[in-house]
């Protein structure tokens, strides 16, 4: 006896459901890369910040142990701390007869220009 064995939708089937895994785990490697990245940039971005915060408190201990000797100049009660793009601005009271002052501006930002979109548009033969 001659039996045939039809393999026809099977084969289809099979066809379509590894062309569907594997594009769901392209996907699922292009995200999870792109998370790393992010991980990565969100990392870079909080140790900045907690360094310049850490520069903070450093300029705020000088300034409290001159305060306490009484010789605070009018130009040591300010500062402005920049690192990759970041600043902090730190501004005190002036301190009063116990060496007491208070925080007037603690200021971390980072400066953010948008690109023109458009830069790139032709705006005339005259200019």
């Known amino acids: 006896m001659n039996h045939k ?15 569907i895994l594997t594009t769901l785990a392209t996907l699922t490697l292009a995200t999870t890369n792109a998370d790393k990245v992010m991980a990565e940039r969100f990392a870079a971005v909080t140790a900045n910040r907690y360094e310049l915060e850490a520069e903070g408190q450093q300029f705020l201990r000088d300034f409290d142990a001159k305060a306490a000797a009484g ?46 979109p458009f830069t790139h548009i032709w705006k005339g033969a005259d200019q």
Do not use: C, M
Not at 5 to 19: D, E, H, K, S
Not at 90 to 112: M, Q, T
């Open 71 to 116: 010789a605070v100049t009018e130009k040591e009660r300010q500062t402005k701390i920049e690192r990759d793009g970041y600043t902090l601005e730190i501004r005190v009271s002036e301190p009063d007869a116990n060496g007491d002052y208070k925080i007037e501006k603690w200021d971390l930002r980072k400066d953010w220009h948008a690109d023109d």
């Open 5 to 19: 064995l039809r393999l026809g939708p099977i084969a289809i089937f099979l066809v379509v459901v590894a062309i």
